[in-house]
């Protein structure tokens, strides 16, 4: 499989690792891309990834790995920047559209983009994701919040103790 | 366990289950309050997450501006101030509505009316507990500025040539529970500060400049310097050669003399290079000086060698000042002042004698007694007087003539009228004593009932001692008395009455102890506010002394 376009790259001679996902398959991608990860930073610093080696990630499918990498090449030229200080308006618009189209996403390949943030520290990303569920739950009932989110219908037992805590948080209900 | 912990997550979170909880926290944590409320109903596992404290404690802070503790109010902490005892219980009666600055973890400026503060201090579990840190008590609550004084030593205020309002924040009132506190950071002012303890416990680690205590990582930039911790710091506490201090600072244990003698001698030792630095300190925090010059007189009057560039600083921590010069121990007896020292040298070089006369094997294992005296300071001078712990020492006699112990003090002339009543009780008590232990059951030894009477006084009215006002002279009614005596340990009677002993000597006056012995009596611990009704009733009545408050 094709790594994704890296868009055009002002640095022709950009160093590229290899990333391996769990299904093995190889994703080849930009060094400044990849450290955007936590996890992966320090092994690309020591020169690893490079070559034909390339660095399994057993916790990561290639469907969310590819993901991942689409978010990490559209932020890693900002965060070349230091966050981009003297990024233009424009610049950072265009990141925000991207962003919010980005978590625009079925809810489950949501939920393995949070494993996958989480388990190799993209701080970027790990608050896009959080924010995303946030948003799923603000200005909704306990009812729509439990849809949305498909959690599993209450016994009757927790319903009741459920309606313990509805009473306990009265003041959330105006 | 595990798989049932599991099972539940699974149940109550469907899909959402395979998240760890860190990450449903950092999701909860982007939620405005009302958000959360809902959250927490609408599942168990989401209940139990959105109901930890630290998560609702940063949503209060990060919305700012005054706080409120929801909660019973009750305090029974003692803060002395100076000299005079105030409980919180009565700083916060004084200033419960003033607010507070709240230590600052966030932008904003919070703050926090004491009186909120104290039951969000009695109520709290946090792991790292709010603190008030304020720099303007002085000017919200100006009495109590009444309370205290500036030690001599740093009297010299070196913003006085600034204008009152150009001044930098230069004096702090700090309050908090158990786990409050800084982190290890460098002074931001770089400034040289006292502080006192008014009440409660505090650890101080200090470290020498330059030096970066074990597991913390300073990053620093011109602007401001960063530390960060590992989770190895932990080691600190196994290096052996450590040259930081560390010491719990109470008002039973104040930073002072002892534990910054063990210090500054390691320092001594182990960086001979800031000797003339260690040296200057030494001289400021425990009279090295002082000590050096007795430590020289003593060794020239016993020709033993003086001591080495390596001994001139006292070792151990131990209550006096004890040198180790050339394998001989000199101990300077200090501490207590001289009344004190006295019998301190006293029943040492009696339990030497001891030893020597029955013979003891322990002998061999302590330390032979070449020499013992006085050292007298006159003309600039010391002068050693030899003394073998017998009599009273002339050098003692002549400059503070003793009072003859028999029967002079307390004598009937001096008894206000209304104490004779009592001392002649007492008396009689006396008389009885040895049947009255006896009575008292098999609890006291044989040995000890045929010498209690020796240890008591000729004359009760030995035990009370009244001082003459100034106004008035020979005008009884004028006379207080100036010891408190405690009866409790003389009777049989109410067992409540031994809780008084028992909390000065026994736990020192620390409430919290007492709270928990009788707790594991299952008895409450009367609480000012929570018995509003009693605290009324006991307001100006002479249940409202210390002692019966001990009580």
Redesign the interface.
Known sequence: MAAPESGDGNNGAARMVTLISSDNTRFEVEAAAASLSQTLQLTILDGGGGGGDGIPLPNVDSATLSKVLEYCIKHAPAAANGGAPNATAVDRAELERFDNEFVNID??VL?SL??AA?NLEIEGL??LV??K??DM???????E??RT????D??PE?QA??NA??LE?G???E | MEAAGNGRREAALGALAVLPDEVLCAVVDLLPPADIGRLACASSVMYILCNEEPLWMSKCLSIGGPLEYKGLVYVQRIITFGKSLVSLMQLTKDFGEVPFRISQRSPQKISMKLKDYVSYMELQHDEDPLYIFDDKFGESAPPLLEDYSVPYLFQEDFFGILDYDQRPAFRWLIIGPERSGASWHVDPGLTSAWNTLLCGRKRWAMYPPGRVPGGVTVHESLENQVFSYDIDFLSQFLEKERDHYSSIWSPTNSIGQREAREWLRRLWVLKPELRELIWKGACLAISADKWYSCLEEICACHSLPLPTEDEKLPVGTGSNPVFIVSGNVIKIYAEGGLGYSVHGLGTELEFYHLLQKIGSPLINHIPEIIASGFLEYKDDNYRTVPWDGKGIPDVLAKHYPLEEMTGEVGDAATVPPEWKELVFTLNGRKKNVKKHLANWGSTVPQILLEKAEEYLPADMGFLIKFVESEKADGDLEQMNAIHIIDFSDLSVGDPLCDIIPLHLDVFRGDNDLLREFLLSYQLPFLRGESNTDICKSLQNSKFSRASYRAM
């Open positions: 809810q489950s939920y949070i494993m989480h790990q608050s959080a924010k569920v946030a739950i603000k200005g909704k009932s306990p009812m919040i439990r989110l498909g959690f599993p209450p016994t927790e103790e459920m805590h509805m948080y003041w959330a209900y």
